[in-house]
Each structure stands twice: as C-alpha cells, then as structure tokens.
C-alpha cells in the first residue's frame, strides 16, 4: 500500500466516522422480513428477531411474509428502502426464486448486502425403503428408469 492510498483510506474512515455521528443507527426499529410462516421449520429467523430485540433502541420487529417460496419476502426487503432498517433471514431461496420466478426481477447480487452467516441449516432427502435408492445418482437413475411412477413431496417450487 502506497502512502497516498494509506491518506486516501484514513480521510475514507473519518468521512464515514462523521457521517455517521450525524446518523446514529439505528434512528428506528429493525424489521427482520421472514420468508417463512411462523411456526415453520425455518425458526431460525423467529429465534433471531427475538434475540436481538433488547440489542437495539428501538427494538425489532419479526415480519413473517410467507409466499411463493419466499419470493414475497425477497420483494418485500427489496422494495425496501435502502437505509439498513430492513432486513431479510435469507435462505437458498435469494438465488432460487430469481432463476424460477424471472418476473421478480431481482438480482441478489445488486439487491441484496450480505451481513453474517445466522446458521446452517441442513437439507436431506428421504425415501420410502422400498424404493431402492441408496444415494441420490440411484435416485435419479430410478427416477428415468421409471418416469412418471415416483412421487414426492415439498414446500413448494423454488424453496
């Protein structure tokens, strides 16, 4: 790092440190958007809301907005405004939807800022033992050898 890059950076932080004693954050409460319905698997979000709700000032709110595979919760924090009061618990589904659902017209890479990793949360598929898949390529070749016979259930396209 050159020397004018090193004043260039530290002028940045002053500006940036200004700036916000101007700005105290948050100046409102937070709202965690859910992709989920309450009550659903995807607790993670509820246990997060509710940890954090002495954490700030003014508090936080959990918004379940359930739908669509979650799409109605991505456009929801999408349509937001860009002031760091909004917050989504994303899951796969903020680079799902947009593939199965292009009339969102979102782009998570310019919509959407990543703050933290929350947790991981693990996905498994299951079959009945008397199919006899074993992992899923034998899955799959059962499923082309047999096309049409196989049924399966989910919670939705997209998620």
């Known amino acids: 790092m050159t020397f004018r890059h090193f004043l ?4 940045m932080l002053l500006a940036g440190a200004a700036y916000g ?6 100046s409102k409460g937070i709202r965690l958007v859910l992709p989920f319905p309450t009550g659903s ?3 993670i979000g509820q246990v997060l809301s509710e940890g954090l709700r002495d954490t700030f000032k003014h508090g936080v709110v959990s918004e379940p907005r359930p739908g669509a595979g979650g799409s109605l919760a991505l456009e929801a924090v999408a349509k937001a405004a860009p002031d760091g009061h909004t917050l989504l618990v ?8 947009p593939i199965v659902r ?15 990793l929350v947790g991981n949360i ?3 598929m299951v079959v009945h033992p008397s199919v006899p898949a074993k992992n899923i390529k034998d ?9 049409g016979k196989l049924t399966y259930g989910s ?4 998620s």
């Open 8 to 11: 260039f950076s530290a002028a």
């Open 21 to 26: 004693q101007d700005q105290p954050f948050p």
């Open 41 to 43: 698997g995807f607790v």
């Open 90 to 97: 994303a899951s796969p589904i903020l680079t799902i939807s």
């Open 102 to 116: 292009p009339s969102l017209k979102l782009d998570p890479l310019r919509d959407f800022a990543p703050i933290t």
């Open 122 to 124: 693990a996905n498994l």
């Open 139 to 147: 899955f799959v070749k059962e499923a082309r050898a047999h096309g």
């Open 155 to 158: 919670s939705g396209q997209g």
